[in-house]
């Protein structure tokens, strides 16, 4: 089994989200929120900003943490073939965007970075990582935990 840590970015402004397209190895894309990996000895308060700046163009700072995510990607819906089964932690961090310029990530995995209408995101494919966000984000759970989002249609791992 394959274990990842990772942070992940929710930014809401005036009604929209700012989602990156995420490029998968198998040439498809899929909307997600701008995060990723935790490099060895990073903090992930420190992650999500060098992500959303990676990613995007965009300078942002921390308002809050919203909570943690654990899931468990099966080998089989993997998007790289002969990989095992991948557990991936999630930290989802409430981001406000200070500076910087929308941009694609350059000679990365972000193809394009958007702002969305919230309402918008279910008729989008996506990541089930940004359904957890967003429902951090609108719940605000004192624990920090949503229930899974189920994967299938428009959501995917």
Do not use: K
């Not at 899931?71 to 200070?98: C, I, K, M, S």
């Not at 702002?115 to 967003?134: A, E, H, K, Y």
């Amino acid at each position: 089994m394959d274990l990842r840590l990772a942070a992940y970015a929710v930014c809401i402004e005036d009604g929209r989200v700012l989602l990156a397209h995420a490029v998968e190895p198998d040439g498809g894309r899929t909307w997600t929120l701008p995060g990723g990996r935790v490099e060895h000895a990073e903090d992930p308060f420190d992650a999500v900003i060098r992500e959303v700046a990676e990613e995007t163009g965009l300078e942002a700072v921390v308002e809050r943490l919203l909570g943690v995510d654990s899931r468990v990607v099966p080998a089989a819906d993997r998007r790289r073939p002969g990989r095992p089964e991948l557990h991936n932690v999630g930290v989802f961090y409430q981001v406000r965007v200070t500076g910087g310029q929308l941009r694609p990530e350059p000679n990365g995995d972000t193809a394009e970075s958007v702002w969305t209408p919230v309402d918008d995101v279910p008729r989008v494919v996506r990541s089930s990582l940004l359904d957890i966000g967003l429902a951090l984000a609108r719940t605000a759970p004192v624990t920090g935990h949503v229930d899974a989002v189920p994967v299938g249609g428009l959501v995917q791992h």
